[in-house]
């Protein structure tokens, strides 16, 4: 997330692009962005303006960024393995901020939070590594990150921007500052704790939307009705909102709601729509591996020692990131029945994928080897395989990509 903004500023000023991983600083240095968020070309035309007043500097070293006067956090806000919000890397950069923080420096948080964390958690460790004061020597902003990953038409500079500040007149200024590149313009809200609850919402409202179709799939599969048949009729209507079942993962829809949960239940309250819908969303998993197995048992094959191949393990289409990625619900259902799976995806990088979710991928998808396939993620070039003669295999389609007539299933 950081990145496209890094690049956005360094045309208007002299920017300094800051992580503690020396690899990604390493590729980007040499003119290259791995997640394709940036292309190179630009990336290489900014990096080409160092030694003026406009320009990006990218480095891991915390001695380079202390003469800034403006620092822009956009580090990870994840949950840990019982869905509990993980602030530890935000509180780490607000520590590390605040070893180097000086007088009237402003500190601008785009991280999603649930409301309150600006002040609440991030403010005290800034105080407290700095021995300056908040609001009397330095100053804070919010203004939450909308860029959706792989989106190449809603890009940073197309998207309006929700801006605050920690007093009226740091908002003006957030919001000024914003404006220099954002052409979509800005949205300056009342206070932090307003700006950080409409990020918040903005994904609980679409897991929400997400889950109850994704109900109505576990509903009318049981009643042997296509639910894509389903929402083609209901869509006739003009009010009728027109979601998608699927998979919810990223690093937004699929953990944010629980940021907002854990604050609702700090202060009292049990939010039971929001529980719910993550519920039904992180069960679809176990679901399609279910649903597989029992597609196979129908087809009179042997599921244990039976052969799948995953298509895609991102956690979009025609996108690299696998961050929270759902795929690896349905790996693990289908091992649970001694299923053995395969794993193939043109878009994620091997390593990465052995490295964060300990799966190794194949570097080629032959589809005759197996006994089910199941598509799970829309990338463009699974169009291209080869799809026919496959009657005697199970193929589960997650995502309605594939004609119809070819597949036994589909969410």
Known sequence: MGLPLAVAFAEKYQVVGFDINESR????????????????????????????????????KLDD?????IYIVTV????????????SPLIGASRMIGNILKKDDLVIYESTVYPGCTEED???????????????????????????????????????????????????????????????????????????????????????????????????????????????????????????????????????PYYLKQKAQSLGYYPAVISSGRKVNDSMG?????????????????VRESRCLILGVTFK???????????????????????DVDVYDPWAEK???QRELGLELILEANLSGYDSIILAVSHKEFMDLKWGNLEDKVIFDVKAFLPREIVDARL
């Not at 990870?76 to 602030?87: F, I």
């Not at 220099?180 to 949205?187: N, P």
């Open 25 to 60: 600083i390493k590729e980007l240095n040499n003119g290259h962005d791995h997640t394709l968020e940036v292309e190179d070309e630009i990336l290489r035309s900014v990096l080409q303006k160092q030694e003026s007043s406009t320009g990006l500097i990218n480095t891991s």
């Open 65 to 69: 960024i202390a003469n800034c006067n």
């Open 76 to 87: 990870p806000t994840p949950v840990d393995k019982n869905n509990n919000p993980d602030l």
């Open 122 to 256: 991030c403010v005290p460790e800034l105080e407290k590594a700095s021995g300056l004061s908040f609001n009397r020597d330095f100053f804070c902003g919010y203004s939450p990150e909308r860029i959706n990953p792989g989106d190449k038409k809603n890009t940073l500079r197309s998207i309006k921007k929700v801006t605050s500040g920690s007093t009226p007149a740091i908002g003006v200024r957030v919001d000024d500052l914003y404006n220099e590149i954002i052409d979509a313009g800005t949205h300056r809200a009342p206070n932090m704790k307003v700006a950080e609850a409409s990020k918040a919402i903005e994904n609980a409202q679409r897991d929400m939307n997400i889950s109850f179709v994704n109900e109505l799939a576990l509903i009318f599969d049981k009643m042997d009705i296509d639910t894509h048949d389903v929402l083609e009729a209901a869509g006739t209507k003009w009010n009728f909102l027109k979601y998608s079942p699927g998979l919810v993962g990223g690093h937004c829809i699929g953990v944010d």
């Open 286 to 302: 176990e679901f399609i591996g279910s649903k597989v197995v029992k597609l196979l048992i129908q087809k009179g094959k042997q």
């Open 317 to 339: 289409e025609n996108c690299p990131d696998i961050r929270n990625t759902r795929v690896v619900d349905i790996v693990e259902e289908l091992q649970d029945y001694g299923v």
């Open 351 to 353: 390593e990465e994928v």
